[in-house]
């Protein structure tokens, strides 16, 4: 069972960066995808990226395309959402997943993904 612990969310005015981390135990091979997924308040949670762990691939959501940026570090196991010039729309609670694979866009589907870090709140102030 892979266990995941976001960390990196606060406050921010619009126009501002802020950087989330994702530290994750459990894992067992380099066959996994890792990602953010957000949920604001009164909306359904919605994809934002995903990365493959083995070779980097990435792929985002359109809303935060040039703005994100996904990565990882194999050595710590962890995963980053760099996320600058921020909005108001962004802000929701963020989460950190994973689900088995190898390909970053095979699908942004919530329910292809296993297991869910706790969530980390991400507030942008206009």
């Known amino acids: 069972q892979v266990q995941l612990v976001e960390s990196g969310g606060g406050l921010v005015q619009a126009g501002g960066s802020l950087r989330l981390s994702c530290a994750a135990s459990?894992?067992?091979?380099?066959?996994?995808?890792m990602g953010w997924f957000r949920q604001a308040p009164g909306k359904e949670r919605e994809f934002v990226a995903t990365i493959t762990w083995s070779s980097g691939s990435t792929y985002y959501a359109d809303s935060v395309k040039d703005r994100f940026t996904i990565s990882r570090d194999n050595a710590k196991n962890t995963v980053s959402l760099q996320m600058n010039s921020l909005k108001p729309e962004d802000t929701a609670v963020y989460y950190c997943?994973?689900?088995?694979?190898?390909?970053?866009?095979?699908?942004?589907?919530?329910?292809?993904?296993?297991?869910w870090g706790q969530g980390t709140q991400v507030t942008v102030s206009s």
């Open positions: 997943t994973v689900r088995r694979g190898t390909a970053a866009g095979a699908t942004r589907s919530e329910a292809s993904f296993a297991s």
């Open positions: 459990g894992l067992t091979s380099s066959r996994y995808v």
